[in-house]
């Protein structure tokens, strides 16, 4: 779920501000990595402890693939708490430590991603462009969030209670903690600063760090998180029976989501949204840069005469209109926002109106009708959802009292939570929290899907370097670097909300053609 986290970005982000990773002189290791084997922590299993030798590490495989070069370091396995549940499973909160020779003093917790249940390799690689944390002297931790399960979203485990509260945050601050501990131990000294980054539920538990472990975390980066799963899958829903209210039916009369829009229908939207707005931020390069500026009317889009493949009927513009538009029950009462109408939403590996990639968790492939009231209702009285979310509570003054810093970042094709909700929450925050400005930013990715990838985007960047630059140095993000390679190496500004990159002139492929208006 997490591929930023899983597969790091090929090109280099610059201009955060850091240019040396380190802070001061690096820091050897005071204990052997095999002896933490033996160390002693309170209901704490080391099962294993090794060197490993500088070098390159590759993980995964087709599109999403990555190497990188990682320093010698001490790679810890273990578990806390291990108990035998109810239900007759082990559970309990796996993870797994890396520590570089030549440490920094900075310690990192790795956000997770679906429902987690999985141990990711510990290399912070999320929003960090192609240096991930531990190649650059963190100490980084990852979590399985305290039980196994398979494929990314096996939700078995919340029958359980206590694995259950462990996924809604508890196992970020009992993991960071442990983490710590070892890291101490090893090291002979504290972490001076200890950051957390993720996207997804990553950016979820990189929230409720600062929300609820005020204390314990000095810098967040936070990119599209799942901080309402329940709400973004009812709007997802909605979606789909909007689409299927105009999709052709089969035999039986089961409506075809699929069909809903002709390959030539899709790619009709796709042009005309790019027709309407891709001018709006100075250069129509296929990337729409200026969000707010996008107002979509897919009425103009149209058919005079019927059997025109380069237009739509009147009945999928108001699909697309119902579908995109924010989910509002009878009382008028917003359930979730709008999604934004940007390129990958139509065309990409996930996209929102149905097409080969059609996304849609959770929404049944018939259904041509929502009572959005009942369905309320429900989510309302869901305790584990209640639990779960992060979208509430934007009382962050311990946090920004000590000196705390967060960066946001959402792509805007995101076809699975809105970018528009993650930005009212920033935005909700700034009201609720004196000195917001001067502790957090905001960053739309114009092309990006869920995390990463897009055709039409720019989607390797560092806000590592600028959290901690924030936070370590009082030097606030300035121009803040976005890079790619394909379909050809080019480099743009990632812009604070509410700006945009402006294109200015000059080479269409350099950050330094554009500026944030």
Not at 252 to 257: H, I
Not at 491 to 507: N, T, V
């Amino acid at each position: 779920m997490n591929r930023l986290t899983i597969a790091l970005a090929a090109l280099s982000a610059t201009g955060c501000g850091i240019t040396d990773f380190s802070n001061g002189d690096a820091t050897a290791a005071e204990t052997s990595c095999a002896a933490l084997t033996k160390l002693e922590i309170a209901n704490t299993e080391i099962t294993s402890a090794e060197e490993k030798p500088a070098g390159s590490f590759s993980f995964g495989d087709g599109p999403i693939s990555a190497g990188v070069d990682l320093p010698d370091h001490c790679y810890v396995e273990g578990i806390r708490n291990e108990r035998t549940g109810a239900d007759g499973k082990t559970y309990g909160l796996g993870f797994a430590l890396a520590m570089p020779v030549d440490w920094n003093g900075r310690f990192l917790f790795q956000g997770g991603g679906g429902l987690n249940g999985t141990v990711h390799p510990p290399l912070g690689g999320n929003a960090a462009g192609d240096t991930p944390a531990l190649a650059r002297g963190f100490a980084v931790i990852s979590t399985d969030g305290g039980h196994q399960g398979e494929h990314g979203f096996d939700a078995a485990f919340m029958a359980d209670q206590q694995a259950a509260l462990d996924f809604t945050g508890q196992s970020v601050a009992k993991v960071t903690e442990l983490g710590k501990e070892i890291v101490k131990a090893y090291y002979g000294q504290a972490a001076h600063h200890t950051y957390i980054s993720g996207c997804s539920t990553g950016g979820r538990e990189s929230m409720l760090a600062a929300q609820r472990y005020p204390m314990l975390f000095d810098g967040a980066v936070v990119g599209a998180p799942a901080m309402r799963t329940g709400n973004s899958n009812f709007a997802l829903r909605k979606a789909v029976v909007a689409f299927n209210q105009v999709a052709p039916r089969d035999d039986e009369g089961n409506p075809q989501v699929g069909r809903a829009f002709s390959p030539a229908e899709r790619r009709a939207v796709y042009d005309g949204l790019l027709a309407q707005c891709d001018g709006l931020d100075g250069l129509e390069d296929g990337v729409i840069a200026n969000v707010r500026g996008c107002d979509f009317d897919p009425s103009l889009l149209v058919c005079e005469e019927e059997g025109d493949a380069s237009c739509i009927s009147q009945a999928q513009a108001d699909a697309i209109d119902k579908a995109f538009a924010p989910l509002v029950n009878s009382a008028g009462y917003e359930i979730y926002p709008a999604f934004p109408v940007d390129t990958g939403m139509i065309e990409g590996n996930m996209t929102y109106i149905p097409g080969e990639n059609f996304f849609s968790p959770g929404a049944s492939a018939q259904q041509t009708e929502i009572d959005i009231d009942a369905e309320d209702a429900r989510l309302r009285n869901d305790p584990m959802q209640s639990r779960t979310d992060s979208y509430g509570w934007t009382n962050f003054s311990t946090f920004l009292n000590r000196g705390g810093k967060i960066l946001f970042y959402h792509g805007v094709s995101d076809a699975w939570f809105s970018a528009y909700d993650t930005l009212g929450f920033y935005q909700r925050a700034g009201e609720a929290n004196e000195g917001w400005s001067d502790a957090s930013r905001y960053y739309h990715v114009p092309g990006m899907g869920h995390c990463a990838g897009g055709a039409n985007t720019y989607d390797s960047f560092d806000l590592l370097s600028a959290v901690v630059d924030w936070v370590e140095n009082g030097d606030a993000p300035e121009d803040v670097i976005a890079s790619r390679e394909k379909p050809e190496p080019a480099s743009r500004k990632l812009c604070a909300s509410p700006e945009h990159p402006h294109y200015i002139g000059g080479d269409e492929a350099s950050a330094d053609s554009y500026e944030c208006r």
